[in-house]
């Protein structure tokens, strides 16, 4: 933990890097401002607590808190709360070993300021307020309406004078970020800390990647030249800069710009970390620019940059150490250009070490570079370019990540990080996964996999706004659409959508086919749609509003064209769910067969075998197909062996699954 007393004074300045600023995502309350940077909620669950149980209390817990720490192991929380220097916490447990965890927090004297709740999810009706000293709660709602209560009071009994700097928004987000994140407010994320399931930044990377490779007219510059006039527009002398800028602009000088103009570096890195796509769209004209000038200096640079270490300078809260120092080994990305120097007495600078602001540190960190590593990540050395060449420059471009190795205690704090690529490989699948090149229908499927669903269509349908648009991307745009409004429950808008698709793609061939991979077949957001898929698609939406007739009719439509066996095995499925639901007893079994007959060497199979033995049951307990069925049941088993039985079953193939909840 990070020692609050008998720092090392005078340790010499020779470690940094840049500075890392956050807010976490605001959706159904504000959050409180965490003025006390002392304060951070610390949850205890184990696995009583179910996973759907666990992401909502965490996604709320999230909107409230700028810190939070989780943990399933007792003996882990017990050691946290008996070395930490915080004085005061809100504490949660939930599961087993709730109310005794409780307890000993409740009986330690210096926490004695603290807030703890214990979730009761098994009980009905329980006292707000526990007669042991914590608060008692049996519901996620109430817990957070109580947390939430509880910070405000906290932060109002705070002492009056204390003084927040115009950049108190420094501070990590929390360890697990969600994944439909987007900000809708002014709050920033510069830094994000990652883990080997952080979906989330890898589909931010891959927008940016996509921006960067698209093309980008003069109205995208009188676009984001209105966003910046209104954010300025009680300052004529940024106004003044703005329209000079404008008027002037000249791609091959965008490095000087970012370096000459205040306005500019500021709301881009704004746009940057609110993560509002919105915005970040609205500054894409630069922000590509920028990314390419960078791509430029690699390209034609005859060397390699040869610096080991860059370093950035900066007054950071105490809670933003102690998470950093927490969290060593682990890694953390930027949501912005950063702006890193090769002189640490210049960084030094930055540090603020001849400035006392209660509540915040001097910092210095150390970035370790290999120039040998390959890397998609652009980075350049820009002092020949910039308007402030003493400042011996290098700027890495937007989502580097880094690994934090070491945090050292002084009067100026070092923090040592390493560049690293590990997101790249995942980047890279994630790519083929999802897009179609630089287009309006990639963005909308890489929004749609963030949960940003409003904004996924906005972006579909002006991508059939784009001219000279072919027929098959315009019904792959259509199907999309429609696969979205499904989703969403408006079923009326899917089934619009998906005839426009149908009437504008044509039939598969049979190399196309057999050419599919299983891949293809699972993520198919950048896959052009096929019209079995199609007419699949449109049988559930029929079954869903009820209308037997046309749901069958769609379905066996949909057998009529070219498909994969897996797929045409789906259709089967929903065929032999169809009938029966109607009564169809001796029709639904004979399409779960064909289903678990052409699904027999995909990890699928088993859902397919599983409804073909439910109907095979029922049939075999009347009398009139017991004789005719019973072989076929013979012949069923014995093709289950222990390989088979132990084989997945079928979770969703987006909404072509055949699931009907």
Not at 25 to 54: A, E, G, M, T
Not at 104 to 112: I, P
Not at 332 to 340: A, E, V
Not at 543 to 548: A, E, Q
């Amino acid at each position: 933990m990070l020692p609050q007393e008998g720092r090392t004074h005078g340790r010499q300045l020779h470690e940094a890097m840049s500075t890392f600023q956050s807010f976490a995502n605001i959706k159904s309350q504000p959050r409180v401002p965490l003025k006390n940077q002392q304060c951070q909620c610390v949850w205890f669950y184990n696995d009583s607590i179910s996973k759907d149980i666990r992401d909502d209390l965490q996604f709320n817990l999230n909107e409230i808190f700028l810190r939070l720490q989780t943990s399933t192991a007792r003996d882990e929380v017990t050691e946290f709360l008996c070395h930490t220097s915080l004085k005061k916490i809100f504490f949660i447990s939930s599961g087993e070993d709730a109310e005794n965890l409780c307890r000993f927090v409740t009986a330690q004297q210096r926490f004695k300021d603290s807030y703890i709740y214990e979730l009761k999810l098994d009980i009905d009706d329980v006292p707000s307020n526990g007669s042991e000293g914590w608060t008692v709660c049996s519901n996620i709602g109430d817990l957070c309406k109580n947390v939430h209560t509880d910070l405000t009071k906290a932060l109002k009994n705070m002492d009056p004078g204390y003084q927040v700097p115009s950049d108190a928004a420094d501070t990590i987000p929390d360890l697990f970020p969600a994944f439909e994140l987007f900000n809708l407010t002014n709050k920033q994320v510069w830094c994000q800390f990652l883990n080997k399931n952080c979906l989330r930044f890898v589909l931010f990377r891959l927008i940016y990647q996509i921006l960067f490779e698209m093309e980008h007219d003069a109205s995208a510059l009188d676009e984001m030249c209105s966003y910046f006039r209104n954010e300025y527009k009680s300052n004529p002398s940024q106004l003044k800069s703005i329209d000079k800028f404008k008027a002037n602009y000249d791609v091959s000088h965008t490095v000087k710009y970012y370096t000459e103009h205040q306005f500019l570096y500021s709301l881009i890195n704004q746009a940057l970390r609110s993560e509002d796509f919105n915005r970040i769209f609205t500054c894409r004209y630069y922000i590509s620019h920028l990314d390419q000038r960078l791509t430029t200096y690699v390209e034609n640079s005859n060397t390699s940059l040869t610096e080991k270490l860059v370093f950035h300078g900066k007054k950071l809260p105490t809670a933003v150490l102690q998470q950093l120092n927490d969290s060593r080994g682990s890694l953390i990305s930027i949501n912005g250009f950063l702006s890193t120097s090769k002189s640490c007495v210049v960084s030094a600078n930055y540090t603020g070490a001849d400035t006392d602001i209660s509540g915040y540190e001097s910092v210095m960190f150390t970035m370790t570079i290999d120039s040998t590593t390959k890397t998609k990540m652009k980075y350049a050395d820009i002092t020949n370019e910039s308007k402030h060449p003493q400042e011996r420059e290098i700027l890495f471009s937007v989502g580097s990540v880094w690994k934090i190795d070491e945090v050292i205690d002084g009067l100026v704090w070092e923090v040592k990080l390493t560049f690293c690529d590990q997101i790249d490989i995942e980047l890279e699948e994630i790519h083929q996964r999802l897009t179609n090149g630089p287009t309006f229908l990639s963005l909308g499927n890489v929004l749609r996999e963030l949960g940003d669903k409003i904004n996924a269509e906005n972006y579909y349908y002006r991508m059939l706004d784009t001219p000279d648009l072919s027929r098959e991307i315009r019904g792959h745009t259509y199907y999309n659409i429609g696969t979205l409004a499904a989703e969403q429950g408006r079923y009326r808008d899917a089934l619009k959508s998906f005839r426009l698709a149908e009437e504008l793609i044509s039939s598969e061939s049979e190399k196309d086919v057999n050419s599919k991979t299983l891949n293809d077949l699972i993520y198919h957001h950048n896959i052009r749609p096929t019209r079995l898929r199609i007419w699949n698609s449109l049988g559930l939406l029929h079954y869903k509003n009820g209308d037997c007739r046309n749901a069958r009719s769609s379905f066996e439509q949909s057998l009529e064209e070219h498909g994969h066996p897996l797929e045409k095995a789906i259709v089967h499925n929903n065929l032999g769910l169809l009938e029966f639901d109607y009564g169809n007893y001796r029709k639904s079994y004979e399409h779960h067969e064909k289903a678990f007959n052409l699904s027999r060497k995909y990890i699928f199979v088993l859902e397919f075998h599983d409804n073909w033995s439910r109907v095979n049951d029922l049939l075999s307990e009347t009398t009139e197909h017991a004789t005719v069925l019973q072989p076929v049941a013979k012949s069923r088993s014995s093709t289950c062996s222990d390989e088979f039985l132990m084989t997945m079953t079928i979770g969703q193939i987006l909404y072509d699954s055949g699931n009907k909840d």
